[in-house]
């Protein structure tokens, strides 16, 4: 066996890894190694692999064999850059943190390493530029106290010495009246840096590092220790990234974008990654080194357009080059990226580049634009969308009549598109708290860290006072297809985070505010929002004409109104999967005729409030029928155990009272009586129309009357006919037998025929293992997989929220089984079902309507097991559109 490689080269003329290799090099790593292969100019440097991270971390000391093989390619880079590390032309080098998954943000970097009092002196020389020198050293002693003193060696634990850097930099600057660092002038900059080494001396008990060996150990350990660090743990967990991969580290020679005129940095996406639009969208800063564009304390300027300020105007020729090297990264990685740049004296450097993250809208635009671009094929178009993009395109926005006479707050840069509501607050562990409880709430910072991420997760809407659209709040906001606003500079927050001004507006904590994050506008008070009409993004609408090629699962919706229909209908809904005809009777007048019909003593009295509701429903069947016309509907018979209805004060009770010429203490006693006390397993599903026919069959009458009727107008209803929560076939064939002769009833009064299907909703265990015989007497079983999970595992689905955090924090369940279907149990009993039913009935169509027909996990499970359809609500049948065809492929 040979020994495995520890450290990997890279420049234009050597390079050892690649990007096939990100186990080994990190993410980073591996395509800094590919842009050396492709001829990008990339600073020369080398890469430390993971598995040395690893061994680090367990060992705490980098080893003799490793600290030998760093020399040594020191030596290769000095001869590469006719540089020395320490000597009189001084090599100063990066050092960067780069795991194999992206975790932007979350671990450390050092710059300028290798600058000490001698070769400081040493580079004022050669560069002539002691502004640049002074400026690149205290960059340096801030990173480094920060990150290897206090954070890495643990010298001084809550320090803050990075703080306080920054505040006798802030009070230079007042003194002087500089508006930007880069005003900040040699002499500034070299007093500053005197009084940032007394306060390491001070606050550590040792000097700063003025040994630039000593400097790169340190860096290194402190990148490796980073791996383990809170904010990189947390996001670990959040992403579902394992703590045993670790980080690489890329050591790498400086470029300077501090030089003066003709320099500059920035960060790029090689599309727009909010619209998808193609062309280079970036921000950069003149004068500057790495950090300042994404730190937020200098503002940053525009990448392309023609305005003053923006790279394409004041350094064209770099401009061209940037443009020229994203076709070429964009037409290798086949993908949009997210590049680092400096410009070092008109030379343009890429420092980075990765797989840009991007907003729903500009994921779906940018894989279709790819196609026709024949930069990949359509399968892998469809492969890329994450279902949950295809969700975020068709986000909310702020209805178009709410805008009118709403409070504008103010404007920022809009970072994270679609709309939000919510209350204000102004911590990160407020908005867990209440995001937790499922309170709306919009996380407003001066500008969000990592540290903020456990927040950020649980929140509808961000603001940030500070920062651009590459900020940390705008990155991990567009990643989660959060709405997102930041750079909104009029926001004062106030100190004990309870209220903040916003321009002249206070707002406390509590306080509702609107977020529109696709053009940064900030309202106040919650507006109503809506979401987009599929028809008018093509691109999202060609790409699912794409998926319907592929996938095999019909996708019908959970509708019960005709408005709801139009809706699937426009997404893509090839027909009704569910319609709950409960929710017909919540309408004023109506739900004062069910309540009275409950509550009816006599069942001549109930058939007379029968008649009365028959009317409503056959005219909301025939609408939705109507809507539908040539497409299945299942329409399921009432469900909920009847107190859901009876949820009335005294006052209502008497009003009833009178109508009903009853006593209300008779009236109170019937209510008593109709109380349940486990209303979920109690009198409801198919067990209410046992109990009262009547019910069943005025429903069967309003349905099929209503198919009845269209058919006689030449159109062509599909209506499929559920009974829910069926457990045995005796329960299914005395509503059967009902729906049947009403059938036969209406059709010789009609003298019309129809083509109907009969079947059950299949949602307790009983019914998955008496599917053969129901089968036999069944049209089609849909899985009820909502009350199927609540009775497989025995969890109230209405009570779970008071234990599932404890079960999630203890890792009982490391998923949600009412989101996606848990496969070892609900699955298991699903695929029996579908064993035994197939057995009794081969024509038997199979679906599912509970929440999950509408989770892209479970769409791939169903798919899996031979279902024909599922069935979501209107707004997820794009999302399983997609995840369907990515079942199959
Ligand atoms: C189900 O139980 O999955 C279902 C669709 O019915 P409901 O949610 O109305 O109980
Ligand atoms: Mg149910």
New binding site residues.
Partial sequence: MGVKKKIYFFSEQKTDGSKSMSDVLGGKGANIAEMCRLGVPVPPGFTISTEECQSFLKKQDLGSNLKRDIKKNIGVLETLTKKSFGGNNPLLLSVRSGAKASMPGMMETVLNVGLTSKTTKDLIKISKNDRFVYDSYRRLIMMYADVVMEKGLGLGEGVGIREKMEFLLQKTKERKNYSSDSDVSAEDWKALIKKYLALVEKSFGVPFPDDHNEQLRGAIEAVFLSWNGKRAKEYRSFEKISDNVGTAVNVQSMVFGNLGKGCGTGVAFTRNPSSGENILFGEWLPNAQGEDVVAGTRTPQKVSGREKNSLEKEMPKAYKALEKTRKKLETHFKDMQDIEFTVENGKLWLLQTRTGKRSGAAAIKIATDMVSERLIKKDEALRRIKPEQVYESILKNIQEKELDGAVLLGKGLPAGPGAAVGQVVFTAEKAEALGKKGRDVVLVRRETSPEDIHGMRYASGILTERGGLTSHAALVARGWGKSCVVGFYGLKIAENNRSALFGKKKIKEGDWITLNGSDGSVFEKKLELFQQPIKDFEPLDLLLSWADRYRKLEVRTNADTPEDCVKALQFGAQGVG?C?TEHMFFNEKRILQFRKMILAGKRGDRLKHLDGLLPYQRKDFYKILKTMDGVPVTVRLL?PPFHEFLDIGEKEVGALAKSLKESKKELLRRVEQLQEINPMLGRRGCRLGISYPEITEMQAEAILGAALQLKKEKKKPRVEIMVPLVGSIEEFLNQKKIIVSVYERLSKKHKQKLVYKVGT?I?VPKACFSAKTIAKHADFFSF?????TQTTFGFSRDDVGSFFPGYFEKEILSFDPFESIDKKSVGALMETAVKKGKAGNPVLSLGV??EHGGDPKSITFCNKIGLHYVSCSPFRVPVARLAAAQAVL
């Fill in positions: 569910l709950r469900d909703m949602e009820g997989t909502n009350d199927l309507c509970g």
